[in-house]
């Protein structure tokens, strides 16, 4: 599907073996040394899109930590603390069932999406390539210039340009580093915590400052010298996406029926009489390619999805008065059959599982309950009998997790005619928000109704409108009575 029988290798000779690509990663040589890509700078439609999304995507990040919801943050991840907010809702330990849940739903809507829509994620939404391509990137493009006069800066001794714009490069890099290591921070522990930390210096807080170094070391060596290399020798994904794609998935693809065979171009020529394809091979796609592919050579691991090639073909082919789409959005069965984009039945069903996924994740999240009670016997605590009435003692934990104080009481659900009495007056037991509150009730019943030694007990807590917030099943106890 869309390889060649050629292909154009840097020292301008033409070499057989159309797969032989497929041995051996784009960006090293024969020797395994590296092979710096040197991408010239994309533009063009789909490039003015990913540059809109990815400006919406870093305000996102960078603006997050700041906001809070009904006084909570609006994301925190704090592990140590066991403090986990999700839009401004706090999580608890107790509710890791709905992020295991959520996990496992994330994970297969991963899957279908990508069965669906390829690597999309890769081009437009991933933190490597955004930060990369439209942080870091655009900062070299300014400092040192397009892609031939980088190949120029790199080729050329150690003077004085060469050192003034390498040493400005670097130290922004680091800057940014820096930045994006404390904005992450700030995901985990809070804006305010970072500050305080950063006010009071390294020595009183040693391990942090190490652990932001290490962070901040790692940020800088993958966005100034691994780049792409993350993408085709680290991250599982697109190793995966060869499991998952199959001949209906949409991909950047080159129509290679339309485009082969390929000839340099010539002004007033019928190419078509000429038996030559529309791929003028101007290698415009090749050398705007963040990853260093031949994207004409069909579907590749290293490929992300970021639209440069396509961007880069549609200009050449306006400037030659030939149709665009040569490199497009497709599927594999698309280019085979010649056929035009068509949102197939099996695209719409699994975009219904993809929302339904959605749904369900937002379900989640939104019906976890604001309450949770627990209702439990203290270790070595047995029955009592005074005035004629078994009780038992018990110690409650009451954790509000809505954003509201509330007032709640305690009652029997089942079985009727108990009694609840506590050291709180009215048993009514105020709870702040996002917090725990301790305490012991004692449960009495009439001697004539407990017939069991164990006998099983329903406890409700029920706000001032008398709505149930949550419910704990445990047991009574009894004296042992023999069963005629």
């Known amino acids: 599907m869309g390889t060649t029988e050629k292909k154009y ?29 040197f991408p010239r700078k994309p533009k063009g439609k789909y490039t003015n899109y990913r540059v809109i999304v990815s400006i919406l995507l870093l305000t996102i990040y960078f603006t997050i930590p700041f906001l809070k919801f009904n006084g909570n943050p609006l994301l925190l991840f704090n592990i140590i603390e066991r403090q986990f907010f999700i839009f401004g809702q706090p999580f608890y330990p107790q509710d890791f069932f709905i992020l295991a849940l959520g996990a496992i739903a994330s994970l297969i809507f991963i899957i279908i999406f990508t069965v669906v829509f390829g690597r999309i994620f890769c081009g437009w939404i991933c933190p490597q390539t955004i930060f990369l391509e439209m942080i870091f990137r655009k900062i070299e493009y300014a400092i040192e210039g397009d892609r031939n006069k980088q190949i120029r800066l790199d080729n050329q001794a150690w003077d004085t340009e060469k050192i003034w714009k390498r040493s400005l490069k670097w130290s922004i890099f680091l800057l940014i580093s820096i930045i994006i290591t404390h904005i992450m921070f700030m995901y985990i522990v809070g804006y305010e915590e970072v500050f305080r930390i950063m006010q009071e210096g390294p020595f009183a807080k040693p391990t942090n400052f190490l652990v932001m170094i290490m962070f901040t070391a790692a940020f800088y060596f993958v966005f100034a010298w691994f780049r792409e290399q993350v993408c085709t020798m680290v991250c599982p994904y697109g190793r995966l996406q060869g499991v998952l794609i199959d001949k209906e998935t949409i991909n950047v693809f080159y129509d290679y029926k339309r485009g082969e065979n390929r000839a340099k171009w010539k002004k007033g020529e019928d190419r078509k009489a000429a038996g030559k394809g529309d791929c003028i091979d101007c290698k415009q796609c090749v050398v705007v390619c963040p990853t260093g592919i031949d994207i004409r050579d069909g579907l590749q691991m290293e490929c992300v999805n970021c639209t440069a090639c396509m961007d880069a073909c549609d200009e050449v082919m306006v400037k030659v008065g030939l149709p665009t789409g040569l490199v497009r959005y497709a599927s594999e069965k698309e280019i085979e059959e010649q056929q035009k984009f068509k949102f197939s039945g099996k695209m719409k069903a699994y975009s219904v599982v993809l929302l339904a996924l ?16 627990k209702f439990l016997k203290p270790p070595g605590s047995t029955f009592f009998v005074r005035d004629g009435k078994i009780n038992n003692t018990y110690n409650y934990t009451f954790l509000n997790k809505s954003n509201e104080t509330k007032t709640v009481i305690i009652k029997i659900i089942e079985p009727a005619n108990g009694e609840i009495s506590s050291s709180v007056a009215s048993n009514k037991i105020v709870l702040k928000r996002d917090a725990m509150v301790k305490g012991t009730i004692t449960v009495s019943f009439p001697e004539s109704q407990i017939k069991l030694s164990k006998q099983n007990l329903e406890l409700g807590v029920y706000d001032m409108n008398g709505e149930l917030l949550d419910s704990y099943k445990t047991y009574f106890e009894g004296p042992f009575k023999f069963q005629f």
């Open 358 to 373: 959605v749904v369900f994740l937002g379900g989640l999240l939104y019906n976890r309950g604001e309450m949770e009670a």
């Open 9 to 37: 290798n840097e020292s301008e000779s033409w070499v057989v073996e159309a797969e032989t690509f497929r041995d051996s990663v784009g960006t090293m040589d024969n020797t395994g040394k590296r092979k710096w890509v």
